[in-house]
Every structure is written in structure tokens, then in C-alpha cells.
């Protein structure tokens, strides 16, 4: 073993490039949102059946406009806008719907509570999100409805996907959780024509200051019954009281009139913090791609990624050869923590494996392979530790990085000693 060399490695006891592990920045409140939620407090109005617009009409008012879509409706997480969504469209028991195989549970966990069965294609290795193949794949006479994910802030390839859809009668509704401010052909993602819903938690690019979520569409007749799937299936009206009477079964699934107040407020920095985190995550990955054996994530042309997450896939037949994969993945997370660089996994099995969704599945294991090799060869950045003054820490991030692949012969032996 080179005992110089281990001694510069955090992991083995030598200087960290960060003095402590990063600590999670987000979301950033200012006294701009301070005062909007305050001014939410004093107003007293924290119910939907008011005269006066609502903190929660105005959010969906402004997201719809920056969209430029006809309506947007406020719901209480990103999961639950998936769930109305499909509802709005009338899919249910019976109905197949195709989701990814790699994304957030609460994807496929939407599908199951409408009572449909989640059925999961496998991702591109590059963009990480369903294809127009792999979604053709799977689409059986039962399939009524696609949700395509825009996992980490990088739009699907929705052309094509819509077309393969649109071929087989089925709906698409757009997870676009991670996708705040991504574009696709020029087209903000949520905009491009289907129902799309978004989450608000706090890690998003978008946050409010704990759960909602919004659900946009150019569908009138899917947005009223959205208004009424989220609110005990009633009509409310600015113009008379309310009426108690519940035309189909609804939930109660309202977003506040507090989150919406801080989620306004972050929206008027949406772009300054998207164009910050463009320039600061271009600088960091422009010092990593001609890492050997590290593919760093990409922005193919015509899309204009969100950068929610990184998502970096390692060739550790190269980086660290003769080393077991889930040894040599974890040495290397480990070390790169050790340096200070916040990375975790983003996702530990494809969704089918989920012991919560195992039972419902009807494919083979061996049908998602690409997903399967993603997750086992990569690593992820998250949005927590991406905030628009980054650009500095991620500098740090890249000496990391850059540290230890000039001594990867160290890490190979330190991966090996643990399998021992
Ligand atoms: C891709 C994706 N879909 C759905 C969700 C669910 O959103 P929420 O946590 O607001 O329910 C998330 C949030 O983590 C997500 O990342």
C-alpha cells in the first residue's frame, strides 16, 4: 500500500477539503417570504370559501402565467397531484398505467391509490427518464395512462413519447416534481400540452416551507374536477356560501393558504436561482467530464435541465478494477463524504422492488436492466446542497472529486481490505 498517499485521503485520516460535511442550505428564506407568510397570519384567511382572492388562488394565478398554461390547481403534496390527476382523467381500477422504473416512489404509490396497477418501463442511461421505446414496450390493451417523470430537473423526451400515447389512447400525465424551470424545445416542462403535476416540498426548486403540490392543465373540464377531487368533491365559489353538497368523492387534499404564500415569494426568484445554479453547476461539471471513467449528467440539446439532482455513473471496471461494484461504490462515496462532499443514493432499487409495490407486480426482474446498472454505478448531488450561491462550494465539491481519482490506486486497495 502507498502510505503516503492513503495519508492524504480524508478516510484514511488526512486533511478533509472541506473542514466538516456540507450542511443542507435549503430553501432560502428572506424577509420577503417572511412577510408573505406573515401577511397570510394577519389576514385570518386560511379557508377556501372567501370573497377575496386567496393566498392559494393567487399561487395558482402566477404559476399558470409563468407557465403559460389555462389553469393550475393547488394541492397538498406532489404526490397527491398525481394521484387527483389520474383521478381527473378517470383512470382507475382495471387500468394500467406506465411510470419509470427509476424515480420517487410516490410515483408508482399515486397509481396503486387510484386503484390501477403501475406497470414500469426502464430509463435511457444518459437522461435517466422513460423512453418512447421502453414505454412502447409495456403498453398492453389494458394501459390507459403514462406518467413520464422529468426525474432530476431533465425533461422526458415527450414528443416521442406522446406520440407512442397518442397511438395507444392513453393519457400522459407529466410528473414534473423535480422540474421547476426546465424546458423542453423551448417549452417550460409542464407546458407542453398535458395535464403535469409539480410537488412543493422543501428540497424542490421550487419550495414551500414543508408540503404542497400543483397540478397544471389546459383542461378545463380536468380542472374543475380537480377543485372538487381536492375538496370533498364540492364546488366552492368566491360568489355565494358554501353548500355542502359533494357532487363525486373527494378528498381532503386543500393546500394552505401559508404554503402558498411562501411558495409565492420564492417564485419571484425562481429564474435568478435557476440562471445561478445553470452557471454554478456548468462550472463544476466542466472540471469533471474529462474524469476517466466518471460520466457526469448531460443536457442534450433542445432541453434545458433543471439541475435538481446530479447524477454521476461511474465505470469502476476502470476507476477501481478487480473491485466489486457495491464495494468499490461505497469506498468511494465514503471517501468523497469523508472530503466533505455531501453525496448519497438517490434511489436504492428499481420501484418494482420496493417491498411496498413487489406484490402488485406482473414483469420480470431481469426488465429493467438499465435502471438495475444506473443505481448500482452511480452517486447523486441533491438539490439541498445546490443553492444559488454554490458556485464556491461546488468548487470544493470538484477538488474532491479530482483528489480522489488521483489516488484511486488507494481506494482500490482500501475497497479491497473491506471485502476481505
Ligand atoms: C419524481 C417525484 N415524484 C413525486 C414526488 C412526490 O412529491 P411529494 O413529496 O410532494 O408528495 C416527488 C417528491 O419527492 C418526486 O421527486
Redesign the pocket.
Known amino acids: 500500500m502507498n502510505g503516503g498517499s492513503v495519508g492524504e485521503l480524508a478516510l484514511t485520516g488526512g486533511e478533509p477539503v472541506l473542514g466538516s460535511l456540507a450542511p443542507v442550505n435549503w430553501p432560502r428564506t428572506t424577509d420577503a417570504d417572511r412577510a408573505a407568510v406573515l401577511s397570510v397570519l394577519d389576514s385570518n384567511v386560511f379557508v377556501s370559501d372567501r370573497t377575496e382572492e386567496t393566498a392559494v388562488e393567487r399561487l395558482e394565478r402566477s404559476w399558470a402565467e409563468y407557465l403559460g398554461v389555462r389553469r393550475c390547481v393547488g394541492v397538498s ?6 394521484e387527483l390527476a389520474l383521478l381527473a382523467h378517470g383512470i382507475g381500477p382495471g387500468d394500467e398505467v406506465v411510470v419509470p422504473a427509476l ?2 416512489v ?2 408508482a404509490m ?1 397509481v396503486v391509490h387510484v386503484g390501477a396497477t403501475p406497470v414500469y418501463a426502464d430509463v435511457d442511461p444518459v437522461t435517466f427518464t422513460m423512453t418512447a421505446d421502453s414505454l412502447a414496450a409495456e403498453i398492453t390493451e389494458r394501459t390507459r395512462a403514462v406518467v413520464p ?3 432530476h430537473g431533465l425533461s422526458a423526451d415527450l414528443a416521442a413519447i406522446d406520440e407512442v400515447a397518442r397511438r395507444h389512447g392513453c393519457v400522459v400525465v407529466e ?1 414534473a ?2 422540474a421547476h424551470g426546465a424546458r423542453y424545445r423551448g417549452t417550460p416542462s409542464g407546458a407542453t400540452g398535458n395535464t403535469a ?1 409539480f ?3 422543501m ?2 426548486n421550487l419550495p414551500t416551507c414543508g ?3 400543483l397540478v397544471v392543465t389546459d383542461d378545463e373540464r380536468v380542472a374543475d374536477r380537480l377543485v372538487q377531487l381536492r375538496q370533498f368533491g364540492e364546488t366552492i365559489r368566491a360568489d355565494r356560501p358554501r353548500r355542502y353538497v359533494s357532487h363525486r368523492l373527494g378528498f381532503n387534499a386543500k393546500l394552505s393558504n401559508v404554503q402558498a404564500a411562501y411558495t409565492s415569494s420564492q417564485l419571484e426568484r425562481l429564474d435568478e436561482y435557476h440562471a445561478a445554479r445553470r452557471a454554478n453547476v456548468g462550472a463544476f461539471l466542466s472540471r469533471l467530464r474529462d474524469l476517466d471513467g466518471l460520466t457526469c449528467p448531460s443536457e442534450p440539446d433542445g432541453y434545458e435541465h433543471a439541475w ?1 439532482i446530479l447524477r454521476f455513473v461511474v465505470d469502476f471496471d476502470r476507476v477501481l478494477p478487480g473491485v466489486d461494484t457495491a464495494a468499490a461504490r461505497s469506498v468511494l462515496m465514503r471517501a468523497l463524504r469523508a472530503e466533505g462532499m455531501p453525496v448519497t443514493r438517490y434511489q436504492m432499487m428499481p420501484l418494482a422492488d420496493q417491498p411496498a409495490l413487489r406484490a402488485l407486480v406482473r414483469q420480470t426482474p431481469a426488465s429493467w436492466p438499465v435502471t438495475q446498472d444506473v443505481i448500482d454505478r452511480s452517486f447523486t448531488l441533491q438539490q439541498r446542497h445546490l443553492p444559488p450561491d454554490a458556485g464556491p462550494l461546488l468548487q470544493s465539491f470538484a477538488d474532491a472529486v479530482e483528489k480522489l481519482w488521483a489516488q484511486r490506486k488507494v481506494l482500490a486497495e482500501l475497497a479491497e481490505g473491506a471485502g476481505r
Open positions: 403534496n406532489g404526490t397527491t397531484a398525481i424515480t420517487f410516490g410515483t399515486a417523470v422529468h426525474l410528473d416534481a423535480q403535476t410537488s412543493l416540498q428540497t424542490k408540503e404542497g403540490g435538481h
